[in-house]
């Protein structure tokens, strides 16, 4: 008994003494399982409004790239003069940005054609080597059949189809067509803008009137695609006709910018 009550009394000091030290543990334990509670939930709550978020960043994207051209937008008064007591707005430089930008919006409109073309043709070789097929001439009683120049076509093709399968020309093509109608429509919108800054007045003719047209076309074959997704024909065959009206327009309205171009040059002065 005495022995049992000498260990009782030297393990109680111990007991007293690491007591604090255990319930600083725990208490930090139970702080970091909050911490690491609330971090979820506050993880949670940021992954619940990333689509939000990622919308609100795509608008902030969106009105930058929009304020680019509000320089181009204000009046007169509004700009600040250069030394030789022109506006910058008014000069070479300023001036030259629409028909460099349509430039190259009128090569994007080549390449986006060719690619929407070979999309089309991805979709369409399927039907092809269907019709094909249907040409073969029968088996004989052994099963085989003789050799002819479909089959090389049908080799031909499918192996057309396995390399363009690869290539994403639907998902470029889209691209391009947004670029088009993006850029397209801002860069149409400038040059007006531009104009009216350097002479005060525009000049309806034929170049303002087909720019006008070409967007308005560029906005009609935009607003098929939805329906061309539903498998529309209606729809495709109007996106097409609009996309390749476009390019004989844009084509026709190269000599009369060109004859813009010149005027500027002449009558405008650097910047």
Request: glycine content about 8%.
């Amino acid at each position: 008994m005495a022995t049992r009550m000498s260990l009782n009394a030297a393990v109680l000091p111990t007991l007293s003494v690491r007591s604090p030290f255990v319930a600083r543990l725990s208490t930090r334990s139970c702080r970091m399982r909050v911490v690491q509670r609330s971090h979820g939930q506050i993880k949670a709550h940021k992954d619940a409004r990333s689509p939000q978020q990622s919308l609100q960043q795509t608008g902030v994207q969106l009105t930058g790239a929009a304020g680019l051209l509000v320089p181009l937008m204000m009046s007169n008064s509004a700009m600040a003069a250069t030394p030789d007591g022109e506006h910058l707005l008014k000069g070479t430089l300023v001036s030259l940005i629409h028909p460099a930008l349509m430039d190259f919006l009128f090569l994007a409109t080549l390449w986006t054609g060719y690619l929407g073309w070979q999309w089309r043709r991805t979709r369409t070789i399927p039907e092809e080597l269907k019709e094909l097929r249907k040409q073969l001439p029968p088996k004989d009683e052994e099963g085989k059949r003789p050799v002819t120049k479909i089959d090389g076509r049908i080799a031909a093709l499918e192996e057309q189809r396995k390399v363009m399968s690869k290539k994403d020309y639907k998902g470029v093509h889209h691209n391009f067509g947004g670029l088009l109608m993006g850029l397209g429509t801002a860069t149409a919108v400038a040059g007006p803008v531009n104009t009216y800054l350097r002479s005060g007045k525009l000049f309806p003719g034929p170049h303002l009137y087909a720019g006008a047209a070409i967007v308005t076309l560029w906005a009609g074959a935009g607003a098929m695609v939805p329906l061309m997704a539903k498998g529309n024909n209606i729809a495709r065959t109007a996106h097409i006709t609009f996309n390749i009206t476009n390019l004989l327009l844009f084509a026709w309205q190269i000599p009369t910018g060109l004859e813009i171009v010149g005027k500027v040059l002449q009558f405008t002065s650097l910047p």
